[in-house]
């Protein structure tokens, strides 16, 4: 299947995308001990079996769990949310993993990735570090290393991300996937939001359309140029004429930026 189609079907197997555990109760929102935070996981195996195992170990342990179970579903997750770690098979029914973790490093996709592969030669786990994931696990494996490895992937983000991104008027909650302006809670879809947050990240910094469309469409094909321009026109309607000022600067021929 050639890449763009994969990532147009990727929207499609988007449905796939199975959440577990949201938000499990107020224990799942303290990580570490004292702190509110919620640690997203995505698994992205095809094995049902192995994938319950893994998702039953990281929700006891008060992580929220997301399933992908083939590379458009992972794709289509990533795309939607950020995650703060990745557990990655690499035999997927629609592709490798391999080329998943090359492309997300490709786009800047920062997230831990750790390999779970029955791909246990040295070569293997040297060209799975070399592409960008941050540990490598041989199948069959335990449950406990696996966990172990896990929570030693948490210590080292040394940045955690925020949960919340204010910038002016504007504050998102990632969490809770709201957004809200002057306290006022603001409708967003789901890619709306996600376009939001690219620039909440990058408050005052130039988004290039390709860097923008990337991120969004996961895609650095010709994307219809004019959807993002859609896009921002109907995030501008729903942000600056309740915010009665401009909030984005179009940078002609360029790209956008949160002002
Ligand atoms: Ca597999």
């Given at each position: 299947?050639?890449?763009?189609?994969?990532?147009?079907?990727?929207?499609y197997f988007?449905?796939?995308?199975v959440?577990?555990a949201?938000?499990?109760g107020?224990?799942a929102r303290?990580?570490?001990?004292?702190?509110?935070r919620?640690?997203?996981?995505?698994?992205?195996?095809?094995?049902q079996r192995?994938?319950?195992l893994?998702?039953?170990?990281?929700?006891e342990?008060s992580?929220?769990?997301?399933w992908?179970?083939?590379?458009?579903?992972?794709r289509?997750?990533?795309?939607?949310?950020s995650?703060d770690?990745i557990?990655l098979d690499l035999?997927?029914?629609d592709?490798d993993g391999?080329d998943?973790?090359r492309?997300w490093?490709?786009?800047?996709?920062?997230?831990p990735v750790?390999i779970?592969?029955?791909?246990?030669?040295?070569q293997d786990?040297v060209?799975g570090l070399?592409?960008?994931?941050?540990d490598?696990?041989?199948?069959?494996?335990?449950?406990?290393?696996?966990l172990?490895?896990v929570?030693?992937?948490l210590?080292?983000q040394?940045?955690v991300?925020?949960?919340?991104?204010?910038?002016g008027?504007?504050?998102?909650?990632?969490?809770k996937q709201a957004a809200r302006l002057n306290?006022?809670?603001?409708?967003l879809?789901?890619?709306?939001?996600?376009?939001?947050e690219?620039?909440?990240?990058?408050?005052?910094?130039?988004?290039?359309r390709?860097?923008?469309?990337?991120?969004?469409?996961a895609?650095h094909?010709d994307?219809d140029?004019?959807?993002l321009d859609?896009?921002?026109?109907r995030?501008?309607?729903?942000l600056?004429k309740p915010?009665?000022?401009?909030?984005f600067k179009?940078v002609r021929?360029v790209?956008y930026?949160?002002l």
């Amino acid at each position: 299947m050639e890449i763009k189609e994969a990532r147009r079907a990727g929207s499609y197997f988007g449905a796939a995308v199975v959440y577990w555990a949201a938000l499990a109760g107020p224990q799942a929102r303290r990580w570490p001990p004292g702190a509110p935070r919620v640690v997203k996981v995505l698994i992205v195996e095809d094995q049902q079996r192995l994938a319950q195992l893994l998702k039953q170990g990281l929700t006891e342990r008060s992580y929220t769990v997301a399933w992908a179970r083939s590379c458009a579903a992972a794709r289509d997750a990533l795309c939607e949310t950020s995650y703060d770690l990745i557990i990655l098979d690499l035999g997927l029914p629609d592709g490798d993993g391999l080329d998943l973790l090359r492309e997300w490093r490709k786009n800047g996709f920062k997230e831990p990735v750790l390999i779970l592969s029955a791909r246990d030669a040295v070569q293997d786990r040297v060209k799975g570090l070399d592409l960008g994931a941050d540990d490598y696990l041989s199948k069959p494996f335990s449950l406990e290393e696996l966990l172990a490895r896990v929570r030693s992937q948490l210590r080292r983000q040394s940045d955690v991300k925020e949960t919340v991104l204010e910038h002016g008027v504007l504050r998102l909650d990632l969490v809770k996937q709201a957004a809200r302006l002057n306290g006022q809670p603001v409708d967003l879809t789901r890619r709306e939001f996600a376009l939001l947050e690219i620039f909440m990240q990058n408050p005052g910094r130039i988004l290039t359309r390709t860097l923008i469309s990337e991120k969004i469409w996961a895609s650095h094909f010709d994307v219809d140029t004019n959807l993002l321009d859609v896009y921002m026109s109907r995030l501008r309607a729903k942000l600056e004429k309740p915010a009665d000022k401009p909030l984005f600067k179009t940078v002609r021929g360029v790209g956008y930026q949160l002002l």
